[in-house]
């Protein structure tokens, strides 16, 4: 079973800097917002397709570890990776390093579940949803 | 004819603030929308109203003048003043000073249309728009 | 020993809410860092005072769990209440409800460090933090 | 006498798009300073070096025309020009359109000062800028 993975490079925005210099925390979660995009461009997970459908993936839950910070003018890459799991959920894990020393600076992860278009949860992965997984040998 | 405003205090946020250690530029147009909703609030004006009767209402010009920098933790104040005018145009004038000295900060300026739902420009003042400024005073 | 809390209320700016007409999840990061200061205010914690001593407070971990959303217009209050511990370091937990039917819609967490100006790791309380615990019957 | 520009072409973030599903009209700013900082690298224009020589540059005024909204998913291009001028001021003008129409959808304006590192107004161009602006045949 293939580890699906995707990889972007970015630099940090001179509006996303704190007053201490370095990247305000919150930020990260637009990154990894961006490296789920990445991801699903690359592997070819339209969500757009599955609002299409009628599904949501609002996020659960969400964690950050923050080791080192990046500054302005630094460029970074997100690697984003799919945990597979059965149950219908979509997990990332992502890992934000330095493009230049490759130091892991920021790691996390995301959990978003399948809802209806009244945001009614949905127990089972839609069908596009699982042969996607199929079609990439994820299941 | 009355000259409508509202008022509305603020504290900048960290996360508001940039590396130079003042508001970012950018974050005034977030103060310059709420002083449009405290505006709206204030004075009856219910722009949630207007949408469900199928009006949009974009901003299409903005401006803003920096006379002096917030900093964090510092208490603003927006003053938002309405702009009579014949044509259906809504716009609204901006003051942001400082809630201790009164000191003008920023000041600025922004114009909305009235579309549809799907996006046209409407000539005319809605009836809803016309009446609530005929309530006013303001026509 | 006391549970030290303070509470925020705010209510969502336009700017704060996504295509789907929710609170984007990263802003959450923004309603907590509003928590973190409101307590502070309220408690006597002075941030300022730490970093003119010589010490920052970076947050080193964050995870947040999405339960309802919140929508443009409604009012949330933010309950931030700290977590007493013996190592060197700032936890707070954090649990945003709906201001009217009090239901509970995200919770979450913060763990900030002690580093000196330069971000080296400080592995004791900083005195100051030390008598301020003392003061709050904290420790 | 060259007329300088840049060119940024960047895609729409769901972070940046609001209820409507356009672009929320703040992040535009965002963009100019995306494309500021393009052009600054693009024609070595280092403003990390001004601050180094003591100088900031903050925007005094800017302003912002919306034709045509961008939506999730969308490529723009950020074209940035500078405005030749006399003066101790840096200006911008800027024109975002679509990356595959061509269309123009926003065009703006910045207009930036010097100061010293205290915030005190610079009424002569700095050398280090003079000179610049020499060897690339603008003045």
Not at 25 to 45: C, I, M, P
Not at 50 to 66: C, R, S
Not at 68 to 73: H, K, N, V
């Amino acid at each position: 079973m293939k580890d699906l993975k995707a990889f972007t490079e970015f630099k940090v925005r001179f509006s996303e800097v704190d007053s201490m210099r370095v990247v305000w925390h919150g930020n990260y979660l637009k990154y990894f917002e961006d490296g789920r995009e990445a991801f699903g461009l690359q592997h070819d997970l339209d969500y757009l397709k599955l609002y299409d459908l009628g599904f949501l993936t609002p996020i659960v839950h969400t964690e950050l570890d923050f080791k080192w910070p990046l500054r302005y003018g630094d460029t970074g890459v997100i690697e984003t990776r799919l945990e597979s799991c059965l149950a219908a959920k979509i997990i990332h894990h992502y890992r934000i390093y330095n493009a230049h020393t490759e130091k892991t600076l920021v790691t996390g992860k995301t959990i978003q579940v399948f809802t209806d278009i009244k945001g009614q949860l949905i127990l089972n992965n839609p069908d596009f949803y699982q042969n996607w997984k199929k079609l990439k040998g994820l299941s």
